[in-house]
């Protein structure tokens, strides 16, 4: 088997890249996806083991937790800039991280206000 290893970036804006050899980057194709209905979108998901579609009774169920590590890879930011920039003691971030804690209640809501609006929260830190 010829398999070719393609190595991709995805910016902050969301535009994904492919990493040449050579360092260099070029966009990704873009590719639209076949339009479908409602009821070919349902029947598809339906019929994918690993992506089935949740009831409205789960959903009201579920809770949205802000994920730490998803917001500071969003920001560009290491733990310890994350940690620094927004006042997070670096532990806790990486227990939250890591899974082995979860942020508490004033904990998620201020993970929430930093995903929100990042630069106005530095800039009330800053004083």
């Known amino acids: 088997m010829n398999a070719k290893t393609i190595t991709a ?3 902050f804006d969301g535009t994904v890249f492919e990493v040449l050899e050579d ?5 990704f194709p873009e590719t639209t996806m076949p339009s479908m209905t409602d009821e070919e979108i349902e029947t598809a ?5 690993d992506a089935q579609p949740l009831s409205d009774e789960t959903l009201k169920r579920m809770q949205r937790i802000p994920r730490a590590k998803i917001i500071r890879r969003a920001l560009g ?4 800039e994350f ?3 927004f006042h997070i003691p670096l532990a806790e971030l990486c227990e939250w ?9 004033l ?3 201020y993970l929430a206000v930093i995903a929100c609006d ?3 929260v530095e800039k009330a830190l800053r004083g």
Request: glycine share 6%; hydrophobic share 20%; proline share 9%.
């Open 45 to 49: 998901a339906r019929d994918d083991p």
């Open 97 to 105: 991280e890591q899974g082995s804690k979860q942020p508490d209640q």
């Open 107 to 109: 904990a998620r809501a």
């Open 9 to 11: 970036r995805m910016r």
């Open 118 to 120: 990042s630069e106005s």
């Open 77 to 80: 930011l290491t733990q310890e």
């Open 83 to 85: 940690a620094a920039r």
């Open 23 to 27: 360092g260099s980057e070029r966009p």
